[in-house]
């Protein structure tokens, strides 16, 4: 068991590692290679002020001067040791400027997420406890209304009637707590609708079986059946969707923080658009897609630990296939 899950770790790594490279590399290419060069257009820009002199300056500074193969390999190696060159615009590296700006989307997005699993497991437990009318109708129908309301839009509502009218936080000051707080809600609706239809799928299944029903008949608490018995298993293929969702939990962050005037990555991105600093622009996506595959191989690295059903052939994942696997999930069914 232990042999096959470390070939199966080592696997995926090396595919994340793979896909890493591929999405920088692509990255590179958009950036450097695309006729129109657009860093010397950036820089050639009457509206820059750049003298003739001072462009070829700064295109020897970045490099660009050398051929496509060594600016290829002077940008991943410097990416893989986290050195992302240096900004167009305010003359200061990369590193430095994302680092002051990521904590904030850090706390927003794990904020976020928070919100999310608590609003799914919430609309969950409705479905499955609440009276027939009110679990099957209206709750039911939660995610399709969190779904089809776009991020925005429930951000601006919030600071109306949060912010404005009731006065909870402050607009003028985005990274209070309680601005974090409305800004972690508006971000989190939308994603907690995804999560909820999963479990809710999932919990119609295991709610149906022979273990639920027994501990229905021996007097189990509503709460306790469904911490206990019930949200355990349902919430497995929850895990895929939460790593799924990352892309958009970091597209939404950015919104948000437009939204809510917050200091983060969202608005490092729109002065860099703006400007066209493309340096810091080919940063962030990089590091969009190093946290993106980061959260899906964790993702693939927990399910075997946390399904005993499944299990390792080859160092690829294989879910049961008859009955008699599904039904008797064994510790010593991960094989090699």
């Known amino acids: 068991m232990r ?3 470390l070939r199966y770790a080592g696997i995926r790594l090396v595919q994340a590692v793979v896909v890493v490279l591929l999405a920088y590399l692509f990255t590179f290419v958009v950036v450097s290679i695309l006729p129109g060069d657009p860093v010397t257009n950036v820089l050639r820009d009457p509206q820059n002020g750049f003298t003739e002199e ?19 390999w002077t940008s991943l190696s410097g990416f893989l040791v986290g050195d992302f060159g240096v900004s167009m615009r305010s003359t200061r590296p990369v590193t430095t400027l ?25 609309i969950a437990y409705g479905t499955q406890f609440l009276p027939k009318r009110l679990g099957q109708g209206i709750v039911r129908a939660f995610p399709s209304l969190f779904l089809s309301v776009p991020g925005f839009v429930i951000g601006l509502v919030l600071i109306h009637a949060f912010g404005f009218q009731l006065g909870l936080f402050r607009v003028i000051e985005p990274d209070s707590a309680w601005a974090t707080v409305f800004a972690a809600v508006a971000l989190g609706i939308p994603i907690s609708a995804q999560i909820a239809e999963v479990l ?29 018995h019930l949200l355990k298993p349902s ?7 939460i790593a799924l969702t990352v892309g958009e939990l970091l597209g939404g962050s950015l919104i948000t923080e437009t939204v809510f005037g917050r200091t983060g990555i969202g608005s490092l991105v729109q002065r860099s658009a703006a ?18 595959v980061l959260v899906n191989l964790i993702a693939d690295l927990f399910y075997p630990l946390l399904d005993p059903r499944l299990k390792l052939v080859g160092g690829t994942e294989r879910r049961p296939t008859s009955a008699n696997e599904s039904a008797a999930p064994a510790p010593g069914s991960v094989t090699g």
């Not at 994302?98 to 919430?122: D, H, N």
């Not at 919430?235 to 969707?241: D, F, M």
Request: avoid cysteine.
């Open 200 to 228: 809710i799928a999932n919990l119609d299944h295991e709610s149906g079986q022979e273990y639920a029903a027994v501990a229905r008949s021996r007097g189990l608490g509503r709460v306790r059946l469904f911490a206990k």
């Open 275 to 292: 400007a066209q600093d493309l340096p810091v622009l080919q940063a962030v996506v990089s590091l969009a897609a190093v946290v993106f």
């Open 98 to 122: 994302i680092a002051e700006v990521l904590p904030s989307t850090l706390i927003l997005a794990s904020a976020g997420l928070a919100v999310a699993l608590l609003l799914a497991a919430a």
């Open 3 to 5: 042999n096959a899950y």
């Open 235 to 241: 919430s497995l293929p929850v895990v895929t969707v």
């Open 54 to 72: 001072q462009i070829k300056t700064i295109i020897a500074a970045q490099g660009l001067d050398q051929p496509i193969s060594v600016q290829l």
